[in-house]
């Protein structure tokens, strides 16, 4: 997909119903160079919890929306480096949080969180793009977070899923369709909301869900037309099961 710096919004906190505790950023600010296209740069944060907390909203913090493409919040099983660097090919841990350009804060409904515990410890993977080559752009994006100890009846994770192989032929198009299955042994799951996220030649973009059941398929969330500057999550109906 074609690559472009974000101007979507920043994520604010103002529509939360709770205060954030915990505030997520690299020692130092990234500074993009002027010749580099596209990186992929992570930092991490380590936050002592000491006993099991939920972090129940998650809100974005865009620093310099000119050059952020999107940004992956990652709950990690050790320590990363704090100032931030081009994270190479290492596995970054379990997907927290997501932003893209016009995405904002994702508050969890009452019954569930992202659970945390102990010494937690979070990588930021943040997608720059300079297709302009500007000179002297920095960033310092993050995250805050709601959390609590008054823990929720149940733990929330994020189900991600689609592919990077493919290609669309030049003055051509693509449709491309891609299956998840869950094993049978999979617990209820409960959808909470989608975001879908793709890159500027995109059209439009779906996720149904086809239930194990036979049931009817249940739409978790269409794109059409597909809008590059809109990629915010859709609260879903609590009544939704995935499988």
Request: aromatic content about 6%.
């Amino acid at each position: 997909g074609a690559g472009g710096g974000g101007t979507g919004g920043t994520g604010g906190t103002s529509a939360l119903s709770c205060t954030p505790d915990l505030k997520l950023q690299p020692a130092t600010p990234w500074v993009m160079p002027k010749d580099t296209t596209d990186e992929y740069v992570c930092y991490g944060v380590d936050v002592s919890l000491g006993q099991k907390r939920h972090a129940t909203a998650l809100a974005p913090l865009i620093d310099n929306a000119t050059i952020v493409h999107h940004m992956l919040l990652f709950s990690a099983n050790a320590s990363y480096s704090s100032t931030p660097k081009p994270c190479g090919g290492s596995n970054m841990g379990q997907l927290v949080g997501v932003w893209a350009p016009g995405g904002g804060a994702l508050e969890l409904p009452p019954e569930a969180g992202y659970p945390l515990e102990g010494e937690a410890h979070f990588i930021l993977q943040v997608h720059y793009s300079n297709l302009m080559h500007l000179d002297g752009q920095e960033d310092s994006s993050g995250y805050q977070l709601c959390t609590t100890s008054e823990l929720r009846p149940n733990d929330a994770d994020i189900l991600a899923f689609g592919t990077y192989g493919f290609t669309v032929p030049a003055q051509g198009s693509a449709d491309i369709t891609c299956d998840l299955d869950l094993p049978a042994v999979t617990p209820k799951l409960h959808a909470i909301a989608g975001m879908p996220h793709m890159h500027k030649l995109g059209t439009l973009m779906s996720t149904v869900n086809h239930p194990a059941s036979g049931g009817p398929p249940v739409d978790l969330g269409t794109a059409d037309p597909w809008d590059f500057q809109n990629q915010a999550w859709t609260m879903l109906d609590k009544s939704v099961t995935l499988g």
